[in-house]
């Protein structure tokens, strides 16, 4: 059966304001959906597809959750969480990594994710935590350690299958490429991102409530202070569940309303996406008027000549 495309809406647009003036323009697609999959806002074109990046890593650490992983090794909250980040690699966040490393007795030699510039370790990139997570996984399993990153180690296929059945769509329909990090990563289209955070803050399978409480409440472990994810889940008291990803990807999580939120700005600007969630969770409804206006001095306002601003509103369907 062919499926019927969905109409599509006004882009936002994001202006840079210098002195009032507007110097740049920046464009973004945005999804709200539920948790069976219907879209409930949009922006721009619904069934746009980009890969999810780093805002895919709460669901790769399904793989974590339902193998029995968390047991054996005994790995707490802040080991879900950090499993779940794009941490800073700060010392604690580095340490935390290691810690799942050491209680899964791997060396950190296996981490395939490189040395980031001016770091010392694997430890420190923004993806190992995603990596340690798993490496403890083939340890629990049995499968090859050495070629967890590749897409044909049961790891990744086991990730796969996760997505696709949170979908309700065959695998094979998923297409995949190398992630910066070296593991795969997945394109979807917003409606489908949207639905897999709504699926996440509706918290319906123990897998699943239990990545967005690590995440909630550990949510430096997520991101670090100062970065838009932890910022917000701070303020928000555990109410929203955020994770970025690269190339200008956003997905946000209502826990209390279980719906889900996806952006993608065009051209990939990191300060467009964040300047984009604030507009749209105030027009939505779930960030207060105070909130907002938090979120603004620090991600609107560039300096004392720059800010950010957001033209449009999402169509209500």
């Not at 010392?120 to 990153?149: F, P």
């Not at 991101?223 to 701070?234: I, K, P």
Request: proline share 3%; aromatic share 6%.
């Amino acid at each position: 059966m062919t499926k019927l495309k969905r109409p599509s809406y006004p882009r936002l647009e994001i202006h840079l304001l210098r002195e009032g003036i507007v110097e740049s323009i920046h464009q973004a697609e945005v999804v709200v959906a539920d948790d069976r999959g219907r879209v409930l806002a949009v922006a721009g074109d619904a069934e746009t597809f980009s890969f999810m990046r780093s805002a895919m890593k709460p669901f790769q650490a399904l793989a974590v959750t339902s193998t029995g992983v968390i047991e054996r090794f005994d790995l707490d909250d802040q080991d879900l969480a950090i499993i779940c980040s794009s941490h800073q690699g700060t010392i604690e966040q580095a340490r935390q990594v290691f810690n799942i490393l050491w209680r899964a007795d791997i060396e950190p030699s296996f981490l395939k994710c490189p040395i980031p510039a001016g770091k010392n370790s694997a430890l420190q990139h923004n993806c190992s935590g995603k990596h340690a997570g798993m490496l403890a996984t083939c340890k629990q399993r049995n499968w090859n350690l050495d070629t967890y990153y590749y897409k044909s180690n049961p790891i990744q296929e086991l990730i796969l299958h996760k997505i696709a059945e949170l979908l309700s769509i065959p695998a094979d329909e998923i297409m995949s490429a190398r992630d910066d990090c070296g593991v795969p990563t997945y394109a979807l289209e917003l409606s489908q991102m949207a639905t897999l955070y709504a699926k996440l803050a509706s918290g319906n399978s123990i897998d699943l409530e239990r990545i967005v409480r690590a995440m909630t409440n550990h949510p430096t472990m997520v991101a670090g202070e100062g970065a838009f994810d932890t910022e917000l889940m701070n303020l928000t008291d555990g109410r929203l569940v955020s994770k970025s990803g690269a190339e200008g990807i956003q997905c946000v999580g209502n826990i209390g309303q279980n719906m889900g939120l996806a952006i993608k700005v065009l051209d990939g600007a990191k300060r467009a996406k964040y300047a984009t969630a604030i507009h749209v969770l105030k027009q939505m409804g779930w960030i207060t008027p105070a909130v907002a206006e938090n979120l603004g001095e620090m991600f609107l306002r560039i300096d004392d000549y720059r800010r950010l601003e957001v033209a449009g509103e999402l169509t209500l369907l």
